[in-house]
T-cell receptor, first 108, second 115 residues
């Protein structure tokens, strides 16, 4: 069974702080995606990483795919209250396998 | 195109009743997925279609659950004899088949509460 472990599961920080969310697996994925989900809505795709070692930036968000394509991280710089939500990583091997998510709360 | 739509957005039912949810994917997408999500957790895969063919079903999908995509466009998910443990958000997603990566676009979900 392929599993994706996300950590931490819950994070509460003050506006302006930096944070990193980790996504780890013992399985190799052909690609990995990060989604953000707000309460009562479906997940919205943030980024797809495909190549081992790849780094992608989306404004204050930096995504990295591990060299072995088994893990990934999401780093947010200077978090804002609008970043609050559930962050999900998902590995692709013909279908998406989701991690359990990281609930981020950014307090003003 | 308005994206993936799901109907209804919310459903409250009594235990033992049958419910049916509908998903309308993005029109040119050939794959359609159903997921179940409980509060604070990631979505769990239930089943998916490529065009009208149902290609995979999760072990989570008991015989009370059935999904159809009769013309390769919209899909329905029916739950018979609902149980309280069926209470969850049911998400639909659609995509175009790709090689190493597949971008799935999610609908807003149907939140089911079984009393």
């Amino acid at each position: 069974t392929q599993l994706l472990e996300q950590s931490p599961q819950f994070l509460s920080i003050q506006e302006g702080e930096n944070l990193t969310v980790y996504c780890n697996s013992s399985s190799v994925f052909s690609s990995l995606q990060w989604y953000r989900q707000e309460p009562g809505e479906g997940p919205v795709l943030l980024v797809t990483v495909v190549t081992g070692g790849e780094v992608k930036k989306l404004k204050r968000l930096t995504f990295q795919f591990g060299d072995a394509r088994k893990d990934s991280s999401l780093h947010i710089t200077a978090a804002q209250p609008g970043d609050t939500g559930l962050y999900l990583c998902a590995g692709y091997t013909g279908k998406l396998i989701f991690g359990q998510g990281t609930t981020l709360q950014v307090k003003p | 195109d308005t994206g993936v739509s799901q109907d209804p957005r919310h459903k409250i039912t009594k235990r033992g009743q049958n419910v049916t949810f509908r998903c309308d994917p993005i029109s040119e997408h050939n794959r359609l997925y159903w997921y179940r999500q409980t509060l604070g957790q990631g979505p769990e895969f239930l089943t998916y279609f490529q065009n009208e063919a149902q290609l995979e079903k999760s072990r989570l999908l008991s015989d009370r659950f059935s999904a159809e995509r009769p013309k390769g466009s919209f899909s329905t998910l029916e739950i018979q004899r609902t149980e309280q443990g069926d209470s969850a958000m049911y998400l639909c997603a659609s995509s175009l088949v790709a090689s190493r990566a597949e971008t799935q676009y999610f609908g807003p979900g149907t939140r089911l509460l079984v009393l």
